[in-house]
T-cell receptor
Framework: EAGVTQSPTHLIKTRGQQATLRCSPI?????VYWYQQALGLGLQFLLW???????NRGNFPPRFSGRQFPNYSSELNVNALELEDSALYLC?????????????FGDGTRLSIL | AQSVAQPEDQVNVAEGNPLTVKCTYS??????LFWYVQYPNRGLQFLLK??????LVKGSYGFEAEFNKSQTSFHLKKPSALVSDSALYFC????????????FGAGTRLTVKP
């Protein structure tokens, strides 16, 4: 079974640009979660998508947005990039409504803002 | 809202010695508890979970965790540490009542020295 895949592995941008990160969940998983892991910090919850809709959102500004496609893959878009957006962005997937099941993580996209 | 605390940023143990990584939680109602491990430049890997039943949960790579309801703790343990266990460990909690929200601790860096 293929795991969660994220692309690109690394992304370098400059301040003010826009970044798009992609995630493909495990086959059969309908929920996709996005997290930000800044250097030296823990995971900060960004967004949760399920069945194509945004279900929950963390404490991040509106320039962080995303969507989920009919095949359950997802994109995270970050507009007007700022230096502090430099971080590892992790995507996770799980079965919908499965509170007792773990989230399965991809290896992340490392976003560097110059 | 639920929360998780990992009181130690860093744990150092000698190879062959037992290890404990601490986690305490706060949640209304029954918790679902998880441990994950993160190796450098990788995503989080699921180790084990507590949902209900036996308070001692066994997981991957010889790890186990003990759920203690009275102390609201879920400490990760291993009888004999390996150098390859050196990594960042995260505790996470979910509660039945909320919107599929999983909260992660800040992480504990485990270093096992030969």
């Amino acid at each position: 079974e293929a795991g969660v895949t994220q692309s690109p592995t690394h992304l370098i941008k400059t301040r003010g640009q826009q970044a798009t990160l992609r995630c493909s969940p495990i086959s059969g998983h309908t929920s996709v979660y996005w997290y930000q892991q800044a250097l030296g910090l823990g995971l900060q919850f960004l967004l949760w998508y399920d069945e194509g809709e945004e279900r929950n959102r963390g404490n991040f500004p509106p320039r962080f947005s995303g969507r989920q496609f009919p095949n359950y893959s997802s994109e995270l878009n970050v507009n007007a990039l700022e230096l502090e957006d430099s971080a590892l962005y992790l995507c996770a997937s799980s079965l919908r409504g499965s509170l007792n099941q773990p989230q399965h993580f991809g290896d992340g996209t490392r976003l560097s803002i110059l | 809202a639920q929360s998780v605390a990992q009181p130690e940023d860093q744990v150092n143990v000698a190879e062959g010695n037992p290890l404990t990584v601490k986690c305490t939680y706060s949640v209304s109602g029954n918790p679902y508890l998880f441990w994950y491990v993160q190796y450098p430049n990788r995503g989080l890997q699921f180790l084990l979970k507590y949902i209900t039943g036996d308070n001692l949960v066994k997981g991957s790579y010889g790890f186990e965790a003990e759920f203690n309801k009275s102390q609201t703790s879920f400490h990760l343990k291993k009888p004999s540490a390996l150098v390859s266990d050196s990594a960042l460990y995260f505790c996470a909690v979910r509660a039945l009542y909320n919107n599929n929200d999983m909260r992660f601790g800040a992480g504990t860096r485990l270093t096992v020295k030969p």
